[in-house]
């Protein structure tokens, strides 16, 4: 299986996202400003991977706390946490990451600073084994939606690479494969980021799921002409409401999908829920750097001094979704009700 994110002799090591799938190479993160930078950078992406390395990041520079007392271990922890916040906006798993290392620390106040640091440690090391577990979960309930024979277009890279390991969309994806059945899969490129190009389409060839790519611009023809049974994708944020936001591209597949009457599939953990997020437009919005539009490897195509516009994600309403799948059960309609019993109930 793919390592994303590892947590390796005191250090936290990334596959290098950026440069697949042309060379396979590992980023060593000695301290959590490398682990905070990668995040930014995009070396690791994908909501939980992004909270699985933030966990293990805060671990990080927990571990190379100076601090002989609580209150200053405290501070010290507390800047930390504040970095990796200002890494990324949109994926909600990255503040679940901190307000959970942030919690263990609070809760464990009467504790020496040695005992905090390795209680970090493991806990961290903890959430990235549970990830895969999670996935693993919600690809056999997924599984179930998936027949025999589905033609399944998928966006961005909700797989392995996204994760800990095994993936959400792509989970569900593998769970039906290693079930026998016959799948095909359809990967919208994912522009500006290629994620769908350069990662999820590595990844399914690497596990041997035919693979089709597309250019973003053909989803709703080759959903009219090969016959695709259903889309599927992550999320970076669910709101309470069951609007989802995700990358960029994944409403109009949404809008498409019902106009063709194909079902429209989330797969995310629960940690992905904002329960603090009523609705869609509550969702703060990555907007990146120009030259992604302007530039495609290196090379400008677009003109010098031409405005540009690049949200990282867009919002989909939640009457365009079917069914939100995560590790404790499917979700359908009403959302709202839906998701809060389902939350009540996981606690
Ligand atoms: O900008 P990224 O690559 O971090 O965004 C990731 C996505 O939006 C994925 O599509 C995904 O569904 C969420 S992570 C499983």
Redesign the pocket.
Known sequence: MIKTVAWEKDRVILIDQTKLPAEKTYVICEDYETVAEAIKT?IV????A?GVAAAMGIALGALHSTASTYGAFKEQFETICHAFAQT?PT?VNLFWAIDHMKGLVIVHGDKGVEELKSLLKNEAVRMGEEDIAINRRMGAMGNELIPDGARILT????GAL??AGYG??LGVIRAAHEAGKSIEVFACETRP?L?GARLTAWELKESGIPVTVITDGMAGYAMCKKQLSLVI????CICSNGDVA??IGTYGLAVLAREHRIPFYVA?PLSTINPACGKGEGVSIEERDRTEVTHIAGQRVAPEGVDVWNP??DITPSKYISAIITEKGVVTKPYKRNLGKLRTKSR
Request: aromatic letters at 8%.
């Open positions: 995009m992406r994908g909501a939980p992004i990324r994926a966006h961005c890279n909700a996204a994760t959400t969309a980021f994620q994708t992550g999320a970076d995700n990358k995310a990282a994600f």
